[in-house]
C-alpha cells in the first residue's frame, strides 16, 4: 500500500511517501493560509509523485473525533477545525482519509515500529514546548470519553502545570531570563555538564517534576513502559535519571515491584508520519474486518 502521509504544524507541513514499511521522500511545504490552498497542495502532491496514492494519512494537532469525523479543539492551524473535514477530504480528492492527533500518531510509530513493539500497555510521554503524549492499553490507544486522554501538559505538579515545571523549553527561557543570555534546551545541558549551578538547578527541578508525574502515572495506569520523546530525549541522560528518580519514590512507598520500564523513544524528526501511516493500516483493517462481520 502506498500512502501520501502529512504531519501537519503551524508553519510547515511535512509530508512523505508510505511504502513496504517506510517513510520515503520527506519533504516539507509552508502551512497554507486556507483551506483551499491546503487541499490544492495535497492534490499537487498527488499529481507530482507520480505513484498510485491509495490513500491519505495525517498527523494532525488538536482533539480528532473518529467518530464525528472532524477535529474539534483549536490550533496553530485554524481552518482545520470543527467541520467533516474527513469527509472532505475524502470526496475531493476521492481516497480515503485517516487523522489522529500528533501525539497519538508519534506513541503509534513506537508501538508498532519503535520501542513500544514488546509492550502491552505504554505511555508515551512527548517533551517539548509543551508536554503531550498517548496512552495504550492492551496495544489499543485510549482517548477517553471526551478524546481527550494524553494531555499531560494539563497535568499539575508541585510546582505548577506540567506543560511548564516539565519543558526543558520553559527552563531554557527560565534560564535566558535570569541569566540574561539567550540560550535553548541543548544548551542548557552542555552548562550543566561544566558545573553551572543555575543550569543545574533548573534541570534538576525539570527532573523531579518529571519524576512526580511518572510515579502518578504508574501507581494509576500500571504500564509496563513510559517513554519519553521530543527534543529532549535526545539527552543520553534522561531515561537513566528519570528510571533512578522514580525507582525511589517507589521504593519509598513499599512499591518497588511496580516499576516499569523507562526508554527514550525510537523515532523523532519522523514520527508522527510513521504512526499516522500506521493508525491508516490498522484503522482501514479494522473497519474491513467490521464490514466483512456484519
Not at 544548551?187 to 543550569?199: I, N, S
Not at 518529571?210 to 520523546?229: H, K, R, S, T, W
Request: charged content about 20%; glycine content about 8%.
Amino acid at each position: 500500500m502506498t500512502l501520501l502521509v502529512l504531519d501537519m504544524g503551524g508553519t510547515f507541513i511535512k509530508y512523505g511517501y508510505w511504502e513496504n514499511n517506510h517513510i520515503n521522500n520527506v519533504q516539507k511545504f509552508k502551512t497554507p493560509t486556507s483551506y483551499t490552498d491546503l487541499k490544492k497542495n495535497i492534490q499537487q502532491l498527488i499529481n507530482d509523485s507520480k505513484r498510485n496514492i491509495q490513500g491519505l494519512a495525517i498527523s494532525a494537532p488538536g482533539v480528532v473525533d473518529q467518530n464525528e469525523r472532524n477535529i474539534k479543539g483549536i490550533s496553530a492551524i485554524p481552518y482545520i477545525h470543527h467541520f467533516p473535514i474527513f469527509d472532505d477530504l475524502e470526496s475531493s480528492l476521492n481516497l480515503p482519509v485517516y487523522i489522529e492527533n500528533d501525539a497519538n500518531c508519534a506513541g503509534f510509530s513506537e508501538m508498532t515500529h519503535g520501542v513500544g513493539t514488546a509492550s502491552e500497555n505504554a505511555v508515551f510521554i512527548i517533551l517539548g514546548t509543551g508536554v503531550g503524549g498517548s496512552i495504550f492499553i492492551n496495544r489499543k490507544l485510549y482517548k477517553g470519553t471526551n478524546n481527550f486522554a494524553g494531555e499531560f501538559g494539563l497535568s499539575l505538579t508541585t510546582d505548577g502545570a506540567l506543560s511548564y515545571t516539565g519543558s526543558i523549553v520553559k527552563a531554557s527561557h527560565q534560564y535566558s531570563q535570569l541569566a540574561s543570555e539567550t540560550v535553548n534546551g541543548e544548551e542548557l545541558f552542555k552548562r550543566k555538564e561544566k558545573g553551572d549551578k543555575l543550569a543545574t538547578e533548573l534541570i534538576e527541578k525539570f527532573y523531579n517534576n518529571l519524576a512526580e508525574f511518572l510515579y502518578n502515572i504508574q501507581v494509576i495506569l500500571d504500564p509496563d513502559l513510559i517513554a519519553i520523546g521530543g527534543g529532549v530525549s535526545a539527552q543520553k541522560e534522561i531515561s537513566e535519571v528519570l528510571e533512578m528518580k522514580l525507582k525511589a519514590k517507589l521504593q519509598k512507598n513499599e512499591l518497588e515491584n511496580f516499576m516499569p520500564k523507562i526508554k527514550t523513544c525510537q523515532y523523532a524528526n519522523n514520527a508522527n508520519l510513521i504512526g499516522a501511516a500506521a493508525f491508516f493500516e490498522q484503522s482501514k483493517k479494522e473497519n474491513e474486518n467490521v464490514k466483512v462481520s456484519i
